[in-house]
């Protein structure tokens, strides 16, 4: 199968051959890796017995799914991945918002992939063949995926979502396998000796639906368009494809997690995950979780990559999809490296998806609020600006940005980020807030009355639709919001 030659440029119709069906494949099949897995492990890893982790984490997701589907419906009408489409509302340089928060959160999350599945191999392969747990086995295990995972990145789109659909049938089965393999030693209990993360039960209740539950479709805010840009609004409708994105969410994100719940209590993980996971296991089923934890990390953080250098592509347009994908791989590899030789598993963890959530939160509401206020009409041409080195369009705005929205999403986040309760940092508005951590909501409800104050006197942002490839008026029209 050829390189895809694609990068966030418009795609056209006739390329636009996938469906709703595709996209649960792809957020099915690609999540049911252990980097997935151990968010399941975490509300167990906060104290929490096993009905306060399962209700903490459904609840997270669903309100999480439900907030972040409706941004594949932006690409569905654009033909662009997210990240450029936002600049309809953050101006044609101003959706480099974008394209950095989310070339942050595939980095984080693919290096978690490639970080836990490498344990887990490392782990499995001591016990099944006596290989040694020094620094070297670590390093060659973690490259061997990372490479694995680049070269499925570059090739792009259609063989990762061929890879979806063949981990959608294999993994589910590994799982399935998992909780007999696990379920003598299982109990529904909290691990003993973990206390509650923030000292009460409803406080690391609200913990675990933020950072375990809420993160799973927050990490999606910047991905969905990557994969609902091939499909066509002409053929599908948009209902169609919101419901197949939230059933993809909602089942690629728990059936994973809650395997990870159900074989951190039946291992005792507390203070770590993929160590207890392979010790724990019956020698019968270390060979499959071998198989889970190389396939569904090539799987899961392949994805990640390809949004990756989607993203790198976008911030750097006169470098090719296929180069920058390769960067980001060295880049989440040294990241993998970091996180298994200098961080604390649990601390890293949590800090990043609440830091990544109050920063990303702002954005995607802004973006949704942009999409509902221009009805879904998109100048496609006018999206291009940036990438072809040139200026002007329906989206110039001031110099490229549009000054309210970027306003909007800073002072958002910057809430947010005053509201996060994270180890190495707890937020001034933690004391307004009882100690618990508000910062997505408080995130979220900041930039939508603010962004919506500063353009509700402008006019909807609404352009005559035009073919993809119609030349764009050579003046900037007046400012919309």
């Known amino acids: 199968m050829p390189i895809e030659q694609r990068g966030v440029d418009t795609i056209p119709d006739e390329e636009r051959t996938s469906g709703p069906r595709d996209l649960i494949s792809i957020l099915l099949g690609s999540n049911l890796a252990l980097g997935v897995v151990i968010f399941g492990w975490l509300p167990v890893s906060f104290g929490l017995d096993f ?29 662009t991945n997210l990240s450029t489409s936002s600049g309809a509302f953050f101006g044609v340089r101003g959706r480099l918002v974008g394209s ?77 396998v998992g909780v007999i393999a696990y379920l003598p030693h299982f109990t529904t209990a909290a691990v003993h000796g973990v206390p509650y993360a923030l000292g009460g039960y409803w406080q690391t209740w609200l913990l675990s639906a933020v950072s375990a539950g809420l993160s799973g479709p927050i990490a999606f805010i910047t991905l969905l368009g990557d994969y609902s840009r091939y499909i066509s609004p002409r053929r599908h409708s948009a209902k169609k494809v919101f419901g197949a994105t939230y059933l993809g969410l909602v089942l690629g994100l728990l059936v994973p997690q809650l395997f990870g719940t159900f074989s951190a209590l039946a291992v005792g993980a507390g203070t770590d995950y993929a160590g207890p996971l392979v010790a724990g296991a019956p020698f019968w089923y270390l060979a499959l979780l071998l198989v889970n934890a190389s396939a569904g990390s090539v799987g899961n953080s392949g994805l990640m990559l390809y949004s990756m250098g989607l993203d790198l592509d976008a911030i750097l347009p006169r470098a090719t999809r296929t180069q920058a994908t390769y960067v980001v791989a060295a880049l989440s590899t040294l990241l993998v490296f970091a996180g298994h030789f200098l961080w604390e598993a649990q601390d890293a963890m949590t800090s990043f998806v609440l830091l990544m959530t109050a920063i990303g939160t702002p954005w995607a509401v802004i973006t949704v609020i942009g999409f509902v206020r221009c009805r879904g009409t998109y100048d496609p041409d006018s999206l291009q600006v940036y990438n072809r080195g040139t200026v002007g369009g329906v989206y110039w705005f001031r110099a490229g940005w549009n000054v309210q929205a970027t306003v909007a999403w800073a002072v958002g986040s910057v809430v947010g980020l005053m509201a996060v309760d994270v180890p190495f940092y707890n937020g001034p508005l933690l004391a307004y807030t009882g100690g618990i951590d508000c910062s997505f909501l408080l995130a979220a409800a900041v930039a939508a009355v603010v962004y919506l104050a500063l353009v509700a006197r402008q006019p909807r942002p609404v352009p005559a639709l035009r073919p993809a490839g119609a030349s764009s008026p050579a003046e900037a029209p007046a400012e919309v919001g």
């Not at 669903?62 to 009408?77: E, N, Y």
């Open 100 to 176: 950095v928060i989310g070339l942050l959160l595939s980095l984080g999350y693919t290096a978690l992939t490639l970080w836990v599945g490498g344990d887990a191999m490392v782990g499995g392969l001591h016990r099944l063949i006596g290989l040694p747990t020094g620094g070297a086995s670590y390093a060659l295990v973690y490259a061997v995926l990372a490479g694995s995972t680049a070269v499925g990145a570059v090739y792009g789109y259609k063989v990762l979502l061929r890879l979806s659909k063949v981990l959608t049938i294999g993994l589910t089965i590994l799982l399935a």
């Open 51 to 79: 009905w306060g982790s399962v209700t903490s984490l459904v609840a997270g997701t669903v309100v999480g799914a439900a907030l972040t589907a409706p941004l594949a419906l932006v690409s569905l009408r654009s033909a």
